[in-house]
């Protein structure tokens, strides 16, 4: 028996032993870049798990806006943005006149279900503005909300 074992052993070694061999290697080679692969790939999954935000974008902040700072915040949800940027007002990513602002917030409302139709009206209303913008403009787009049935207003704000 032990003589059939050297024998076998020899003869893979001889012969075609040196092929599978270099057909091992290579095959080892090939499963260790694979390992290191599926590693990196595993860390990037998990990696975007943990950073996904389900809300998606919910602000645009244009280059130059600083959002005022607050101690307390919480999560944004979707509902109707108006951007207060250098004396311009923006309803939903669009311009809009300042005398407008009350008759499209009410536009809004009204077709709210239309134009957003995966969220429910909810009367909130939030106000992204620069941290350096003037009140009288911050305090004209609160009263129309007011005055366009949006009881609660919020301010985008960068939690401290």
Same mark, same amino acid.
């Given at each position: 028996?032990?003589?059939?074992?050297?024998?076998? =052993?020899?003869?893979?070694?001889? +012969?075609?032993?040196?092929?599978?061999?270099?057909?091992?290697?290579?095959? @080892?080679? #090939?499963?260790? !870049?694979?390992?290191?692969?599926?590693? #990196?790939? =595993?860390?990037?999954?998990? /990696? @975007?798990?943990?950073?996904? =935000? =389900?809300? +998606?974008?919910?602000? /645009?902040?244009?280059?130059? !806006?600083?959002?005022?700072?607050?101690? *307390?915040?919480?999560?944004?949800?979707?509902?109707?943005?108006? *951007?207060?940027?250098?004396? *311009?007002?923006?309803?939903?990513?669009?311009?809009?006149?300042?005398?407008?602002?009350?008759?499209?917030?009410? $536009?809004?409302?009204?077709?709210?279900?239309? /134009?957003?139709?995966?969220?429910?009206?909810?009367?909130?209303?939030?106000? %992204?503005? $620069?941290?350096? %913008?003037? /009140? $009288?403009?911050?305090?004209?787009?609160? %009263?129309?909300?007011?005055?366009?049935?949006?009881? $609660?207003?919020?301010? #985008?704000?960068?939690?401290?």
């Amino acid at each position: 028996m032990l003589g059939t074992i050297k024998t076998a =052993s020899h003869a893979l070694t001889a +012969g075609t032993g040196f092929t599978s061999s270099r057909r091992f290697k290579k095959n @080892l080679a #090939a499963t260790v !870049m694979l390992t290191s692969l599926v590693d #990196a790939f =595993s860390i990037l999954v998990i /990696y @975007l798990l943990v950073n996904f =935000s =389900s809300a +998606g974008d919910l602000l /645009y902040l244009s280059k130059g !806006m600083e959002l005022p700072p607050a101690a *307390k915040a919480v999560e944004l949800t979707r509902n109707v943005v108006v *951007k207060v940027e250098k004396d *311009k007002l923006f309803l939903e990513e669009k311009e809009i006149n300042g005398n407008e602002l009350v008759g499209k917030l009410i $536009d809004l409302k009204k077709n709210w279900e239309k /134009y957003y139709p995966e969220t429910e009206f909810t009367g909130a209303m939030t106000i %992204q503005a $620069d941290r350096r %913008q003037t /009140y $009288d403009l911050l305090s004209q787009v609160i %009263q129309a909300g007011g005055h366009a049935g949006f009881s $609660d207003i919020n301010f #985008a704000v960068i939690r401290k």
